[in-house]
């Protein structure tokens, strides 16, 4: 079936209407006066993040499509850096809302006028895989994902694999959230659970004029099988990981394919400076250095710094790293970016006791100290 | 075969390591001459990229000298400086680099000697490590 003919999550009786008309009356009862939320570009290849306004505009919404093209904390920096001069409410999946949380203390956003609405993550697909697989897919593929996610299960189909990030993911559920979309263990023919999780969260639902609603009974013990199947993933990929970088000649080995295009940087929502060192005059280098490096080395690899280059954006971000995986996402030769921040963030997060995302009032360990401490080095 | 001597760069604060380099030389207190030191203001603007530049580019080893704790400059650049090479080593020992190439180490305007044996120290440790083997490596 053509995509185009069959989005049924538009359709009245969708299970995806109930967040639909959700967001619909946060707009229309003036709650918000924008949503930010995935939908569905006309053409149905993808599912984009929207800024929406007008009520009316909300008919493609569809969080629950496993794609991931950006990770919006670096959308929602951009529109409330500032103030936004309105109120926001905006849709995301936990990774996107434990990498906005770093940013908010990196003072890079600010939640004042936004209200976070977090939505229960089955894993994304590479969008190249999930162009081909909605075009393959029989009926409407978001839908089939709601299936499985009210059985506990993640999504899975022949020939198509979700993003390593996201198969390693520890977060299947959002944190952090004001209110929640819940999916896992949600019943079929009710659709999605609309949660309110703090004060904040309840009295949006309450203007809103929808009626708070509970998460399904199953779903916590669905997210902890769930998070400790990743887990235990996740530990196997780290450690494998660890081990091939362990030498220098297993890291530079890794990491031969690099050709400094910071594709990675680029993507990365916790790289928020808004000019890189490495874009910086620092880095434009005099022509005769070249000539130097050359005769000092007898050979060098051109262009050049680019272990320098992960190696200092490891310096400067991997304590806040979320592991949400755009980076090897935007890696043009699909190097391991993901797998080098997560196996070196796992111990360098763990000497400040320091999990990303995990609270807003937990201070990012390179912005503060203690007077006693790290000593004797 | 001649010994092989390590190179050392030292990235030093204006206030006291720089100050207590000028006391070991005024005082002529020996060292090895391994070390060429670069005078910033603080220990706490050492960017740990001017650290993994110096040690890709084939220096044996770093120094970050900086005022001891509580005596910093601006209050409290040689705590950010402590946090900042606590991360830089640990990185580096995941990747299979000695981290004791990289010392961070306090030593006031008065500690010409402190400065002396971290030199000396230093040089020894080095000796001991051998080359920095990303000197043999072009392809970083």
Redesign the interface.
């Known amino acids: 079936m053509n995509l185009t003919e069959a989005k049924p999550q538009v359709e009245k009786q969708s299970p995806l209407t109930a967040c639909r008309e959700f967001f619909r009356a946060m707009l229309e009862k003036g709650v918000v006066d924008a949503v930010l939320v995935p939908q569905h570009v006309p053409g149905g290849k993808v599912v984009v993040q929207t800024l929406v306004t007008e009520p009316a505009k909300l008919e493609n919404v569809d969080p629950v499509a496993p794609i991931l093209m950006r990770n919006s904390a670096s959308i929602v920096s951009d529109l409330s850096f500032q103030s936004p001069k309105g109120k926001v409410a905006a849709v995301m999946r936990p990774c996107e809302i434990n990498a906005l949380v770093e940013l908010v203390k990196f003072k890079q956003a600010n939640l004042d006028d936004v209200i976070l609405i977090g939505v229960d993550c089955p894993g994304t697909y590479e969008p190249k895989d999930y162009m081909q697989i909605v075009t393959i897919a029989a009926g409407d593929f978001s839908e089939e994902v709601l299936r499985c996610l009210s059985e506990g299960k993640s999504p899975s189909l022949e020939g198509y694999e979700m993003r390593q990030a996201c198969r390693i993911c520890e977060h299947p559920d959002p944190a952090n959230c004001q209110i929640l979309v819940a999916l896992w263990g949600a019943d079929r023919a009710s659709g999605p659970a609309i949660v309110p999780v703090d004060e904040k969260g309840r009295e949006t639902m309450e203007k809103a004029g929808f009626q708070p609603q509970e998460q399904p009974p199953s779903r916590p013990e669905i997210i902890r099988k769930v998070s400790s199947e990743r887990s235990a993933r996740a530990r196997k990929v780290i450690e494998d990981f660890?081990e091939k970088?362990?030498?220098?000649?297993?890291?530079?080995d890794e990491f031969?394919a690099c050709k400094r295009c910071m594709n990675c940087r680029e993507e990365c929502p916790i790289c928020y400076c808004r000019e890189c060192?490495f874009t910086s005059p620092t880095f434009v280098h005099e022509s005769s250095k070249y000539l130097k490096?050359a005769r000092?080395?007898?050979?060098?690899?051109m262009p050049v710094?680019?272990?320098?280059f992960h190696?200092?954006r490891?310096?400067?971000m991997?304590?806040s790293c979320v592991g949400c995986g755009q980076c090897s996402s935007a890696c043009p030769n699909g190097l391991p970016v993901m797998e080098l921040f997560r196996?070196?963030g796992t111990?360098?997060q763990k000497?400040?006791d320091y999990v990303p995302g995990r609270s807003l009032e937990e201070e990012p360990?390179?912005t503060t100290?203690?007077?006693e401490?790290?000593e004797p080095? | 075969m001649s010994r092989f001597e390590p190179k050392i760069l030292g990235f030093v604060c204006n206030w006291c390591t720089y100050a207590g380099a000028d006391l070991a030389g005024t005082s002529r207190i020996q060292y090895p001459p391994n070390i060429r030191i670069i005078r910033l203001m603080c220990s706490g603007s050492v960017?740990?990229?001017y650290v993994?530049?110096s040690i890709?580019?084939?220096a044996d080893g770093v120094l970050i000298g900086g005022c001891h704790?509580?005596d910093c400059h601006y209050t409290?650049g040689n705590?950010?400086a402590?946090?900042?090479?606590?991360?830089?080593?640990?990185?580096l020992r995941?990747?299979?680099?000695e981290d004791e190439r990289v010392v961070?180490r306090w030593i006031s305007a008065s500690e010409g000697k402190r400065f002396a044996d971290t030199v000396t120290e230093m040089v020894e440790k080095l000796r001991e490590l051998g080359p920095n083997?990303?000197?043999e490596?072009?392809?970083?």
Do not use: C
């Open positions: 660890q970088i362990s030498s220098l000649e297993g890291l530079i031969a060192i490096w000092q080395r007898k050979i060098i690899k710094e680019t272990l320098l190696l200092t490891l310096n400067h991997v304590t196996a070196i111990n360098v000497i400040f360990p390179l100290f203690r007077e401490e790290l080095r | 960017d740990p990229l993994l530049k890709l580019e084939g704790p509580g409290n705590y950010k402590r946090r900042r090479v606590t991360v830089l080593k640990s990185i995941q990747i299979g680099l961070l083997p990303l000197k490596m072009w392809q970083i």
